[in-house]
T-cell receptor, first 114, second 112 residues
Framework: DSGVTQTPKHLITATGQRVTLRCSPRSGDLSVYWYQQSLDQGLQFLIQYYNGEERAKGNILERFSAQQFPDLHSELNLSSLELGDSALYFC?????????????FGPGTRLTVL | GESVGLHLPTLSVQEGDNSIINCAYSNSASDYFIWYKQESGKGPQFIIDIRSNMDKRQGQRVTVLLNKTVKHLSLQIAATQPGDSAVYFCAENGDSSYKLIFGSGTRLLVRP
């Protein structure tokens, strides 16, 4: 158990809908990262927050957004869902923000868009 | 550009043998590398990391080797066990964006 929690574990929804994925980092970690893992693209970095502020952005679609709250938990919002958004979404956390900080991953949320 | 990749998509080894999983990277500015293990239905689990000022680091039954000259990283698992069966990813954290760039993964299968 990494100490990172994610809810829900599974999510099934329809195209065009909007969902929110939730992540609670390990106690003491200030950075939260979101990754998407699909069969054809592996693990792709989406976005990072550090102590409530956006720190880095990866290949995140405009239909997706995220935020980190004062209690450091984070939410990833996915809207206008398409079939291709079906994937595993992982959250990771680390103590710091810069290079060289080990990232601990949560168990993931499996999103299925029908 | 920057990329992290793996030479072998699937590796099958006999239980008790040593396993070697390889990874190539292209960003010469990369200075931190991590190996993750991902079991089916779970998130990636940290195995071992290495910084670019080192060429070898050992953990429990695992060793990571870094060859900066040819931009190559390897993970050695000693006395491979059935519980080692998983997908192994290398990742680098070398650019200024603080993100992890993952390789495509190698599936390790341990034969009894």
């Amino acid at each position: 158990d990494s100490g990172v929690t994610q809810t829900p574990k599974h999510l099934i929804t329809a195209t065009g809908q909007r969902v929110t994925l939730r992540c609670s980092p390990r106690s003491g970690d200030l950075s939260v990262y979101w990754y998407q893992q699909s069969l054809d693209q592996g693990l792709q970095f989406l976005i990072q927050y550090y102590n409530g502020e956006e720190r880095a952005k990866g290949n995140i679609l405009e239909r997706f957004s995220a935020q980190q709250f004062p209690d450091l938990h984070s939410e990833l919002n996915l809207s206008s869902l398409e079939l291709g958004d079906s994937a595993l979404y992982f959250c990771a956390s680390s103590v710091g923000s810069g290079r060289g900080h080990e990232q601990f991953f949560g168990p993931g949320t499996r999103l299925t868009v029908l | 550009g920057e990329s992290v990749g793996l030479h072998l998509p699937t590796l099958s080894v006999q239980e008790g043998d040593n396993s070697i999983i390889n990874c190539a990277y292209s960003n010469s500015a990369s200075d931190y590398f991590i190996w993750y293990k991902q079991e089916s239905g779970k998130g990636p689990q940290f195995i071992i990391d290495i910084r670019s000022n080192m060429d070898k680091r050992q953990g429990q039954r695992v060793t990571v080797l870094l060859n900066k000259t040819v931009k190559h990283l390897s993970l050695q698992i000693a006395a491979t066990q059935p519980g080692d069966s998983a997908v192994y990813f290398c990742a680098e954290n070398g650019d200024s964006s603080y993100k992890l760039i993952f390789g495509s993964g190698t599936r390790l299968l341990v034969r009894p």
